[in-house]
């Protein structure tokens, strides 16, 4: 991509940099929301595995958490590796949607060979509860883990002004944020009530799928290559290693602090 060397070209830059950024936090707003939908479902028919909804909406969110912070390491290190976040982001969605569909159809045909799993160790508590937090954790880890790994891949993809990555990166997480509380408020108020849960579901996935698909075609529709865009704006992002890499000891103190403070 070559360089603009005129101002119009630059504003010409900057207003399609702001449109496309604008597409992309409507994209992850109606993904959080989709992700909130998927949960309150999921926490919902887990009840038929549990038996009480404390340990089913307890079981989902420990699975959700998980998927997230692996996901969100993972993506990380991949939105490093990939000039095409963009449409790697949507191919996860289209990934996250159809993945939804198979939970809601296999829980019900799957009900009878869950309960012969199950029989064997009712009386056995401890190992009642693990095994039905396997069966969910199968069910959900993939999800999961590719919602996680969602935010990585756009940070990587919009916060390459220097000047407004800041702004950018907190207005992801903003609307990805309302997002999931129109999702959880929608789904548990409205969607199920009048659709069910599988009718529900399907609208989460066909919103997954809409978005990965438009996420895709942006990407073709543009040219996105992240080596190629990092030269076109002279303010790119540059993020200077530090000289002294802390010591071990900090890194570890750190780490365990937002463990903690995520705990509480």
Known sequence: MRIP??????????????????????????????????????????????????????????????????????GGRLAEQTSRPLRLYGFFQIAIGLWAVFFILAVGVGEEAVVSLLRPVASIRPLAVLLRFILALVFLIVPVTLMGATLPLLVRFVAWERRVAGIRIGALYTVNTFGAVVGCALTGFY???????????????AASVAVGGLCILLSRTIGEDMAARDGALPDRVVVPLPETPPPPAVMALVITTFAVSGFC
Request: net charge positive.
């Open 191 to 205: 969607l199920i009530a009048q659709f069910g849960y599988t009718r529900t579901t399907f609208i989460g996935a």
């Open 5 to 74: 060397t005129d101002s119009s070209s630059q504003s010409q830059l900057h207003a399609a940099s702001l449109a496309l950024f604008v597409l992309v936090l409507l994209s992850f707003f109606v993904t959080g929301a989709c992700g909130l939908l998927y949960q309150v479902v999921w926490a919902r028919k887990l009840v038929l595995l549990f038996g009480t909804t404390a340990y089913a909406i307890s079981t989902v969110l420990a699975i959700f958490f998980l998927g997230l912070g692996l996901g969100s390491f993972w």
